[in-house]
């Protein structure tokens, strides 16, 4: 929101200069994020989610021991393996934008948007897990490692997206961020160890001892399979595109101090003569 | 029957947070495109 | 930088001195800090009321009033550094910024131990809590690897989150989820000190390698990308 608006006198001061510029007045429609191969991806995409809550809902049987209950249990997989492929992709490539000698920021717009659609699937697992929990265990929430963990996990990233947001220069927040992402890698182990290490002294019932055995046939194996390959491409999607919106908010970000610094030189030459006046119209464009 | 409600609310919370960031993602290139030339778009 | 080992050394302890010497003119953990913490436990034993759920209670109580004033001193330790932009004259100078690390982290981990061991006596004061000799050795070596490890995290964060906008609403939800481990560890241990609950001496022990090894990870960990964190 805060970006859209500083974006929007940018763009309108922006258009007039660069109208003169041949590229532009060629090509005034404005392609977007997608190319050929990302619809094609969103085509199979859309199918795939499409025959996940087909398969999902309705052809895949009821377990016997379970009951309907199982169906929960194809979306709480898919995402809950999408939402820990993001955490470790954000974590590379945030090892790579550091470590990489051309700092390039692609990766940092990987990492980022490879967290965001990882926080969404965290907060979809936690809630499809207790919901499953509900219904198997009788209980919304366990202090069990794997679920505690995934709750820090969640809490963690949402951290590290507001540390996205803290401003400063593009290769700021790349640093910034990508230390948050390498940090949460220590702390995660340790959270899950010491839960673990936490509830093996309490020597409560562990999840696994009251965990109803499942036994999958072919469909239901299937469509776990197909939960799990149609959140991937997902996945895979949304990292494309919104990397692609990142690099024009970057672009636009850059442009928009280029203008303001050009605002600023044209202002202090016109108002060369009497002094005084630039500091105060400078300070605005600010 | 009892777990439909929360059948019904998973897979709801699922895809409609999947449908929500995708609209959301593709609103904001489009917007975004609109605005800054082809030379910004290594992708094209 | 360019001066190796001695150098980073040589910051840490004219960091250090620095904190603790602004500390001691200021008296703004004696004075504010402390207190605070008092506060916190008497707050706690109005919503618990009953005796027995206190007693029962106290070492998590206490280390989580450590963790809320840590929040404090945390902050309190870097509003010095930016007030002024002190850290950025540091970092123009060229200080190496593991010694600026390590030296603002001892001197955080001297203000949290003096704090701990208030919290602890105000436990034994208020809440009934008792410490016989093999508990109080169970509980000083507690409290070392802790301190150290709450100071690192502390010292990270606060510097990853100082100079920012939102800095006071950022740094709890980047802080507490780290300190987790701490907080568990160091309560179980100090659970084993002071018999809360029945629980014997020798099973705290465990938790305090978890502690170290805590410590040690984030103290390397913190030296490491506290550079990258606060360079422009």
Redesign the interface.
Known sequence: MNRNEGSAPVATTHTPSTASAPAMTSRPRGAGTGTTFTRWLGIVTLASMAAVALFGLVLSPEDVVQGESVRILYVHVGTVWVAYLAFVVTAVSSAAYLWRRTHSLTWDRIAGASAEIGVLFMAVTLLTGSLWGRLSWGTFWVWDARVTTTAFLFITYVGYLAVRGLGGSHEQRARRSAVVALLAVIEIPLVHFSVKLWRSVHQDASVAGRTTDVTLDGLMLFTLLLATVAFTLLYVWYVLHRQRVMTMEDALDDKGLDLALAERRREAATNGVSNGAPSATGEVTN | MDDLGFILLSYAAAFGGAAALVWQVLRRGRALGAELPDEDKPWI | MAGGATSVWATARLVAAKDLRVERRSRVVVNQVLPFAALVMVLFAFALDADAVLERTAPGLVWLGTIFSLLIVVQRSFAIETADGALDALRVAGVSPPGIFLGKSFALAVQLFVLEVLLVLLAIVLYESELDAAGAVLLVTTLVPATTGLAFVGT?YGG?AAG???RET?LP??LF??V??VL??AT?ATEAALGAGGAATD?GW??VG?LV??AA??GV?GTL?FG??V??
């Open positions: 990270l990853l920012t906008r939102g950022l939800l980047l989820p780290v987790a481990p568990i560890g179980r099973e465990p938790w978890m090894i805590f990870l984030f960990g990308a990258p964190l360079e422009e």
